[in-house]
């Protein structure tokens, strides 16, 4: 019968929920059960194991291990009587996956998703691991549950043990010593980090590649601030392979999630938001210095892709894309040369050179992933076409390509929406406001923003995800340093103050919420009911919240002359400075604040009738260690107090309270500042 619903076998308590994750599995057959404390309390009752299982919804293997696992009755039974099985959503709950990731990283050295604990009944795991198959997670299932039932004290000091090392990995020891905080100690960072560079490809050594715009976004500063050009040229490398790889969409626009080989040429194909926000913002930034087309190209065509196929009709954007439809990895994607030929005809020779179809690079049984291994124009020269010729036929290509596409089925969407993730993509809409001039990217900006007070905005604070019908979760200190960031950032270009007067009360929830006394860094939850604190400090795909509240700090304490702020900066900063030798791959944020300290930072205040025509002027040009401000009215901020005058527009250039006389033109103000 026409609408009817399937008819399930099995249904478990996961159908009440809204995560598609967790819908996904809400007719397996095992009794998955959200987390919860109440969940934890039945395993301590009847004295059983908790089992737990995390992953997200466009996460390939989690794909794989339901299907041939969690959907075969036998492996359900023996986990139905002899576990309380859970099953979490990452995106939705953050801190279980953090708490149990640093476990299974503890355990075996490195972790992944599906991330797969046995826990204690008191939520101290004993066991972690990843993708199983069937038989490996039957033996697995069968050795830990005789372990707990006949060697009980063994289970228990074990993951004692492991808790300890959770509790461990979470301690940062507070620092009060800022003459640590040189440029040598930058320098030196940077150096030892550049030994692991793929300076023919971009990116890191390694087999597979991230994109990771937070350390480019940084190195991007350095560069200019240190003039070293050998960081110049691994930036421009990194984001030219990376545009012409097929980790970007050369079709649909947008980056897929990262690059299973060191040439960025097959991805792995989902779609992440948090991803595409931050990419925005690197192109849009790297168009400013280089002025390449190709960037521009990047951040308008991504930008569709959000509009397009990730954003909710109220206003916000979506989680992510899967990487799988009809059961396969990157079919939406991938083409057939006899696909191609057909759907491309008469052009298909140049076709196939720009875009590397040939037998030998095929990605598996004939399929292609559309990769250009040339510059457009390197490759105009080669093959005798005109700039115009090859942009009609890119256009025409991609219509077909796209048109082709609209009939086959479309890989599942999360429409979640994540405040902290959103709250990044207003920043990469603001780069490229900033540095295209286009209203439509502040508009979206702001819109989004709107979006996220209106929804997520409660009075308890803020929640971390929302979609129609959700269960609403507290927010984490990702979502409020995140959100507060945007603010601050949408404050500097659009000069509306209500975007500053909100940044400082996100601060105060923050600072009198999330603070932990011992380290003095930020609680990753305000108020958490884990087995151990979690004080998030690294960057990984998306910045370091802890790195993230220091620079905010660090803002609001030059917009407000306000120097408790900046010490307490600082004092984050130093805590982290072992962390910043060794590893500044994962630590960029907080090299950025460094970059912030050591070299001269400026305050620039626009302040008249004109300022927003020369605020923006300022904004395109590529300023790191600069904070631009402006009004159009009367101020009683620090950086505008008693500046004002009627009919009359100045740029102040400033550095620690120390001004020049104020310039009428950007020029003569960007001259202040590089003869500061």
């Not at 990116?203 to 070293?228: H, I, T, V, Y």
């Not at 500053?500 to 939850?525: C, H, K, W």
Request: glycine content about 6%; charged content about 25%; proline content about 4%.
């Amino acid at each position: 019968m026409k609408g009817q619903q399937p008819d399930y076998k099995y249904t478990n308590a996961l159908i009440h929920e809204t995560s598609p994750y967790l819908l996904q599995h809400a007719h397996n057959p095992v009794n998955w059960q959200p987390w919860s404390q109440e969940a934890l309390a039945i395993a301590k009752k009847e004295n059983k194991l908790v089992l737990v299982s995390i992953g997200y919804s466009s996460c390939h293997w989690c794909h794989v291990m339901e299907e041939e696992t969690f959907e075969d009755e036998a492996t359900a039974k023996m986990m139905n009587e002899n576990f309380i099985n859970i099953k979490v959503d990452r995106e939705e709950r953050p801190d279980v996956d953090q708490v149990y990731m640093t476990a299974v990283q503890l355990i075996n050295g490195n972790g992944g998703w599906p991330l797969n604990v046995i826990l204690l009944p008191n939520g101290k795991p004993i066991y972690g691991g990843t993708y199983h198959t069937k038989s490996q997670w039957n033996e697995v299932l069968t050795k830990i549950s005789n372990l707990y039932h006949k060697e009980p004290q063994k289970a228990n000091e074990y993951a004692d043990r492991v808790a300890e090392g959770i509790r461990q990995t979470n301690i940062i020891q507070p620092s009060t010593n800022l003459n640590g905080l040189t440029k040598d100690a930058l320098k030196s960072s940077v150096d030892h980090w550049s030994t692991f560079w793929d300076r023919k490809w971009g990116g890191d050594q390694g087999r597979q590649k991230f994109m990771l715009p937070g350390n480019l976004g940084f190195l991007m500063d350095f560069a200019q601030l240190s003039g070293e050009e050998a960081v110049w040229d691994h930036v421009k490398t990194t984001l030219d392979r990376m545009a012409m790889g097929g980790v970007y969409d050369q079709i649909g626009g947008g980056f897929f999630r990262y690059s299973t080989d060191s040439h960025w040429k097959v991805p792995h194909f989902e779609k992440m938001l948090y991803d595409n926000a931050q990419l925005i913002g690197l192109y849009s930034r790297a168009y400013k210095i280089f002025k390449n087309p190709v960037y521009k190209e990047i951040v308008i065509n991504t930008v569709e892709f959000l509009e397009r196929e990730m954003k909710d009709p109220e206003g916000g954007y979506y989680a992510a894309l899967d990487a799988d439809s009809e059961g396969e990895e990157g079919k939406f994607y991938v083409w057939t040369m006899p696909e191609l030929k057909e759907i491309i005809h008469e052009d298909y020779s140049i076709f196939s050179a720009y875009f590397n179809i040939s037998p030998k690079n095929a990605w598996e049984k004939d399929q292609y992933v559309l990769y250009k291994s040339m510059p457009d124009k390197e490759f105009e020269q080669k093959h005798g076409l005109s700039e115009k010729r090859l942009k009609d036929l890119k256009k025409e290509w991609k219509e077909k390509l796209m048109s082709a596409r609209t009939i086959r089925v479309r890989p599942r969407t999360d429409d979640k929406i994540i405040t902290s993730w959103n709250a990044l993509l207003i920043n990469g809409f603001v780069e490229a406001y900033q540095a295209f001039g286009d209203k439509k990217y502040l508009e979206r900006a702001e819109s989004t923003f709107a979006l996220l007070q209106r929804k997520a905005y409660q009075e308890s604070g803020l929640v971390h995800s929302f979609k129609k019908g959700s269960k609403r979760t507290d927010g984490f200190l990702e979502d409020y340093a995140f959100l507060e960031n945007a603010a601050l950032k949408l404050y500097s270009a659009s000069m509306d103050v209500q975007y500053l007067t909100f940044a400082q009360e996100i601060n105060n929830e923050v600072v009198s919420g999330f603070t932990d006394p011992v380290s003095g860094m930020f609680r990753y939850v305000k108020d958490g009911d884990l087995i151990s604190n979690i004080i998030k400090t690294n960057d990984g795909v998306i910045p370091s919240p802890n790195g993230t509240m220091a620079q905010n700090l660090f803002i609001l304490g030059h917009i407000n002359y306000d120097l408790e702020s900046m010490k307490k900066a600082k004092t984050m900063l130093a805590a982290m400075m072992p962390s910043i030798q060794e590893h500044a791959d994962s630590y960029s944020s907080w090299n950025s604040l460094l970059l912030n300290t050591v070299y001269p930072y400026y305050e620039v205040a626009v302040v008249g009738t004109n300022a927003p025509s020369l605020l923006a002027s300022m904004n395109e040009k590529f300023l790191p260690n600069t904070l631009i401000v402006g009004t159009t009215k009367k101020s009683d901020l620090p950086l505008f107090e008693m500046r004002f005058r009627d009919k009359e527009t100045f740029i102040y250039v400033c550095q620690n309270t120390t001004c020049k006389l104020p310039s009428v033109s950007v020029e003569e103000a960007l001259d202040q500042l590089k003869n500061f």
